[in-house]
């Protein structure tokens, strides 16, 4: 065996470690850096969907990428632009430039190291080697996962959420020189060619779509609230929000993507990515589901920050050990029933995970209030990390399974599309709902509130006709003490206001809670029978 056997998953499982804390430490951290940079939840909302939107947007780039120079090369790469993004990230002085560092460089050296950790695990290991490592790269994220919250709160807390960006920055320097060890996946004799029209065609797509989800929230779904400007003109396509046209356009190009990569392939040429594999039916399963998957854990890991620091007024290090359960959780549940995968059909185990999920977010919904139960929000916390976790423990070996080894670059590029675009999703429309919702709450218990004069009943419901932000109640109500509103109607204000976060929350973790039984649908293809061996041969769809 290899002197530096070991050595070379350990710096494999360190980029990974170092790409999963990172998305934890930023949604922990969330209200630190509203405050810091003087920001909103809504740009807050949009920089986190950005990260794992673009993640998702170039993935597939960055797998093609590796198969023309190299996965070693690709990887190399990755490292140098996530570290320079977490370093412009720790430095940022405005969200413009955090956007820059954090959503957009790291994001891209994210898209280039995930598909070529995949492609390295398999050129370096083999046989009873090569399970352990595949076990190894998901429970390393299992155990970021678990570790985030608490690591990013405390570092938050007794420093600055800063400080965690600039040491991912010097874990990255280490990594490169570490990855001189690590093996080379073979590349094909004719090297193929990067599909610059196929890759411009799906990021766009992508892109324009989920930013239609995003902004929602602030520019309207269909009548224009707060329209983005070109100069001091407004785009308001025909009196109307530009909403709906970003996400019809999007999909427009994700349609003429797959034209596209299907006329390539008619052709003999090298695409983007060999959608042939999606005919495989336990793939499109798979795939499926780990969206899902990531669209709830993403909404899930807005949603908790918000109440626990906005709606309650704790810390990034209180914000951790309140989301520890969920996060060990997740973490021991599929180290756990990984190995319950050669007993048990896979399909059972996330059967069950879909349903564990909707039943820990309903959970959440008797739960939360202005007041915190501690008992009853760990409890349910973890019913949806055991849900997670049952998921996350078999998704990975069957998409490997189904594709085989010789995909194993196409099949992590996939894998990675789906995941960040759940999750982007997941940011985008659990958000949207949120903030639509805090606003359409609010109006009605100001409207039905007789406790509160007539007059300020409607001037309310005309000042919140373009959205509320999501901010502490005590800071809204300072803000209106400010302009002059007196000191008893402030004060009935804040409280509904408060009142209505909590209920609009409640909705929100509804919304998670739907998806994950609608996310049941995605199973139907899924393995029905326990899976034998090692994922190093296709399994019949």
Not at 143 to 157: D, K, L, Q, R, S
Not at 280 to 309: E, H, I, N, S
Not at 512 to 526: D, E, N, P, Y
Request: hydrophobic share 55%; charged share 10%.
């Amino acid at each position: 065996m290899p002197r530096f056997k070991w050595a070379v998953l350990i710096a494999l499982c360190s980029g990974q470690f170092v790409m999963v804390l990172d998305s934890t430490v930023m949604n922990v951290s969330i209200q630190k850096v509203i405050v810091d940079l003087h920001t909103r939840v809504t740009t807050m909302q949009l920089a986190i969907a950005t990260y794992t939107l673009t993640t998702a947007a170039l993935i597939m780039i960055g797998g093609k990428l590796g198969d023309i120079i190299g996965r070693r090369l690709a990887f190399r790469i990755g490292l140098v632009t996530f570290g320079a993004g977490a370093l412009i990230t720790a430095l940022a002085q405005s969200m413009g430039v955090l956007i820059l560092g954090w959503s957009v460089l790291e994001a891209v050296g994210a898209a280039l190291m995930i598909p070529a950790i995949i492609s390295l695990l398999a050129s370096n290991y083999e046989g009873p080697d090569r399970v352990v490592a595949y076990g190894a790269i998901g429970g390393i994220a299992g155990a970021a996962g678990a570790c985030g919250p608490i690591i990013g709160g405390w570092v938050a807390t007794v420093g600055s959420w800063r400080d965690v960006f600039a040491a991912e920055a010097v874990i990255m320097v280490c990594l490169l020189g570490l990855s001189t060890i690590v093996r080379d996946a073979p590349l094909g004799r004719a090297r193929p060619r990067m599909d610059v029209i196929g890759g411009i065609l799906s990021a766009v797509g992508l892109a324009l779509a989920v930013l239609g989800i995003v902004q929602s929230s602030t520019w309207g779904w269909i009548n224009s609230k707060r329209p983005p400007t070109i100069g001091h003109t407004a785009i308001e396509p025909f009196g109307l929000s530009v909403v709906p046209f970003l996400i019809v356009a999007g999909l427009l190009l994700v349609a003429g993507f797959a034209l596209w990569e299907r006329r390539i392939a008619a052709r003999g040429g090298d695409t983007l990515v060999d959608l042939a594999m999606l005919r495989l039916a336990q793939l499109r399963a798979g795939l499926g589901t780990m969206a899902v998957m990531f669209l709830c854990l993403g909404g899930m890991f807005f949603l908790m920050p918000l109440y626990l620091q906005i709606v309650l007024g704790k810390d990034p290090l209180q914000t951790g050990v309140d989301l520890l359960p969920m996060s060990l959780a997740v973490f021991f549940v599929a180290m756990g029933a990984s190995r319950m995968s050669s007993r048990f059909a896979p399909r059972r185990l996330i059967v069950l995970g879909f349903l564990f999920i909707a039943a820990g977010a309903g959970l959440l919904i008797i739960t939360i209030d202005r007041t915190f139960d501690p008992v009853g929000f760990a409890g349910s916390v973890l019913v949806v990390g055991i849900g997670l976790g049952l998921i996350a423990s078999q998704v990975t070996n069957v998409n490997l399974a189904s594709a085989g080894p010789a995909k194993t670059s196409e099949t992590g590029a996939l894998q990675g599309t789906a995941q960040n675009l759940g999750s982007a999703l997941g940011t985008a429309i659990i958000g949207s709902i949120l903030l639509s919702l805090l606003t359409a709450t609010f109006d009605h218990r100001v409207y039905n509130d007789t406790s509160l004069p007539v007059g300020p009943r409607h001037t309310v419901s005309q000042k919140t006709s373009r959205g509320l932000a999501f901010i502490p109640a005590p800071a809204a109500g300072a803000a209106l003490k400010h302009k002059g509103v007196p000191a008893p109607i402030v004060n009935q204000l804040e409280q509904n206001y408060a009142q209505s976060q909590v209920d609009a929350l409640k909705i929100a973790i509804g919304g998670v809670a739907l998806i994950a039984l609608l996310g049941l649908g995605t199973t139907r293809r899924l393995p029905s029978s326990p899976l034998r061996g090692p994922p190093d041969a296709p399994v019949a769809a």
